[in-house]
Nanobody, 130 residues
Framework: QVQVVESGGGLVQAGGSLRLSCTAS????????MGWFRQAPGKEREGVSC????????YYADSVKGRFTISRDNAKNTVFLQMNSLKPEDTAMYYC???????????????????????WGQGTQVTVSS
């Protein structure tokens, strides 16, 4: 049974940092593109960042470029999202997901369709206070 588990969320002041982790079990992620998505109350889910199976290709939403960094450790079956200079508008539930298409494709990362990203975690809450 595949499980994807996010951790590292919390409450932080604006300008602060958090590091999210995503660990998969029952699934070897080294063939998968991994993505981070977020959903704020009353808003649609949006793609935040993706990383290819090798880590050689990444995607970032314009709203997080220069502040967030995605990375992965395939040996530990884990993906990370380092979030710096956090803003109140970053407040959301953050989800990690796995896409069998190991190459980063902007469209797939922007929309995060369940038809593409087959495995999802339950999410970790990030709250940024002003």
């Amino acid at each position: 049974q595949v499980q994807v588990v996010e951790s590292g969320g919390g409450l932080v002041q604006a300008g602060g940092s958090l590091r999210l982790s995503c660990t998969a079990s029952g699934l070897a992620i080294d063939d998968y593109t991994m993505g981070w998505f977020r959903q704020a109350p009353g808003k649609e889910r949006e793609g935040v960042s993706c990383i290819s199976w090798s880590g050689g290709s990444t995607y970032y939403a314009d709203s997080v470029k220069g502040r967030f960094t995605i990375s992965r450790d395939n040996a530990k079956n884990t993906v990370f999202l380092q979030m710096n200079s956090l803003k109140p508008e970053d407040t959301a539930m953050y989800y990690c997901a796995a896409d069998k298409w190991g190459v980063v494709t902007t469209t797939r990362c922007v929309f995060g369709s369940s038809a593409d990203f087959a495995y999802w975690g339950q999410g970790t809450q990030v709250t940024v206070s002003s």
